[in-house]
């Protein structure tokens, strides 16, 4: 979680990345209906978010293709728990290269206003 790595005053106001077509499920006894993309090192101790451009509007598609908007809206929820789910495939191309750039198999990700972005990781995961 990100408790441990930020406070609730860092998060308020903040642009994040949230997956929102996650299935829900009970966190801490409350229903959570996405998950918020951060990038981490090996061992998890470095945690940061992943931010779209300040311009971003709120709700922006993100893409790894020039053409966010051609890309359909999934109309299934993602269960990220259950055997045949897609999550661990996209997860395993979810990475920050070595510029900083957070990336989907290799290819950067952005919303219709520019890339998104990581304050220091490199080299690091995604998920």
């Known amino acids: 979680g ?4 930020y406070t609730r005053e ?3 106001g ?9 299935k829900p499920s009970k966190l801490r006894g409350i229903e959570s209906n996405g998950m918020v993309l951060c990038g981490s090192d090996a061992s998890h ?12 509007r ?9 053409d966010v908007a051609k890309f359909p809206i999934p109309s299934a929820k993602v269960n990220p728990k259950a055997k045949t789910s897609v999550w661990p495939k996209v997860q395993d191309k979810l990475k920050v290269d070595g510029n900083g750039v957070p990336c989907y198999d290799g290819k950067p990700l952005k919303v219709e206003t520019g890339q998104l972005s990581i304050a ?5 995961l995604i998920g």
Do not use: C, M, W, Y
Request: hydrophobic share 40%; aromatic share 2%; net charge negative.
């Open 2 to 5: 990100l408790r441990a790595h």
């Open 10 to 12: 860092q998060l308020l």
């Open 14 to 22: 903040k642009k994040v990345i949230v997956f929102a077509n996650l």
């Open 45 to 56: 101790t470095t945690v940061e978010l992943i931010e779209p451009p300040q311009d971003a």
């Open 58 to 66: 709120l709700g922006s598609r993100v893409s790894h293709d020039e």
């Open 120 to 124: 220091t990781l490199k080299d690091s």
